[in-house]
């Protein structure tokens, strides 16, 4: 009987402490009719009930402007934001205009979360009082299936003041280049929990991904400076997957163009005595794998393009200045072997070849 009681007294005490914190979970909804149940139901259906969701309907298309609606209808806690359609930036940032939560998080719609997700970093919250949560994350395919899983690994669970530069945004920002040793963080916008106060307060916005090819990138940059704290959960809750809607399945001609300015907009930021060296150093490393997939894109458009014009491409990326500095400065400690043979072909500009092992690598499935 005692234990019973005892049982229910700390279930209400639960109940009232948990009515102190509110969490904003900020949606922004394009031409996504057919996974936006899928991701509403992960959110609605969380274990931790004090939510405000809120959906931006960022001039979509499809039927997600009457969805967002008729969802508006089921639960109090959606407010729906419809607007001229101007990309994910400005949607997020249309988000974070009305929010009104202690925390704020920024998903996307294509995707899902385990429904445990709120009520497991509240514990984190209660624990360390962070202003960023870092978590881990599933990829999943068309068909549904998980086929990765990422689990942060760092050295620390909890950076503060100082570390967070020094430690834990070198370890945001891409595998150590020397040694090859994987974090498994996402410098994402959905992989974190914000405080929003702290958004507030350094009036944080998102830059646009029409201006910066990796906008999450140079926005959470950005924003890293005025961080206090971080704390990061070795848990795996939100689930990314892969449609043909997504961005990176969308060829686009001037795509490694804008990868080179991003490039040099990124280097000019960090080039602020607030970053480290080792900072400046591994925002290199990033840039080969984007090149690659830029890469891939033009060898995967051979009907669109034609052979001639592909072989022109890679060429034209091989001879790039930047690509030759940074394919010669970054080590090939952190690649694999097929990435390394690569990496070869790239610096010594042979594009034929590396368009060979590209096809070969896709066949291969590595």
């Known amino acids: 009987m005692k234990n019973t009681v005892y049982r229910i007294y700390e279930e209400n005490m639960m109940n009232q402490t948990e009515e102190k914190i509110k969490f904003s979970v900020v949606l922004p909804i394009y031409n996504v009719e057919k996974y936006l149940n899928r991701c509403l139901d992960s959110v609605m259906n969380q274990t931790y009930k004090k939510l405000e969701i809120i959906l ?21 806690r959606i407010k729906v934001v419809h607007k001229k359609n101007a990309g994910l930036g400005e949607a997020r940032n249309s988000g974070l205009d009305v929010a009104t939560g202690d925390y704020i998080v920024f998903f996307d ?4 979360i385990d429904t445990r997700l709120f009520e497991e970093l509240y514990t984190v919250i209660i624990s360390d009082n962070p202003d960023l949560i870092e978590f881990g994350h599933h990829d999943v395919d068309r068909q549904g ?10 050295p620390l669970e909890k950076y503060e003041g100082e570390e967070v530069l020094s430690k ?10 020397k040694t090859g040793i994987a974090s498994d963080l996402l410098m994402s916008a959905w992989s974190c929990l914000y405080r929003r106060q702290l958004l507030v307060e350094c009036n944080f916005h998102f830059v646009s991904e029409r201006e910066y090819i990796s906008e999450d990138v140079y926005s959470l940059m950005k924003l890293m400076p005025n961080v206090h704290s971080v704390s990061v959960v070795q848990k795996a809750y939100y689930y990314y997957c892969e449609n043909d809607q997504s961005l990176t399945h969308v060829y686009k001609p001037n795509r490694f163009e804008k990868l080179v300015a991003f490039q040099l907009h990124l280097e000019e930021l960090c ?3 607030v970053y480290s060296d080792e900072v400046r150093y591994r925002i290199k490393r990033p840039f080969l794998d984007n090149l690659l997939a830029c890469m891939k894109s033009e060898v995967n458009c051979v009907k669109e393009i034609g052979v001639k014009e592909i072989h022109r491409s890679i060429s034209k990326m091989c001879a790039n200045k930047m690509v030759q500095e940074i394919v010669r400065l ?15 072909c790239i610096k010594h500009k042979m594009s034929f070849s590396t368009i060979v092992l590209i096809r070969t690598q896709q066949y291969l499935g590595r």
């Open 330 to 344: 970054v080590p090939d400690a952190s690649f694999s072997r097929a990435r390394r043979m690569i990496h070869f």
């Open 56 to 76: 931006v309907d960022d001039g979509s298309p499809d039927n997600c402007p009457q969805m967002c609606d008729n969802w508006a209808k089921v639960d109090d």
């Open 271 to 273: 080039a602020s005595d």
């Open 145 to 154: 299936n998980i086929t990765k899983t990422f689990i942060p690994k760092t």
């Open 168 to 177: 834990f945004l070198p370890e945001l920002i891409c595998t150590d280049p």
């Open 109 to 112: 719609s294509d995707d899902y």
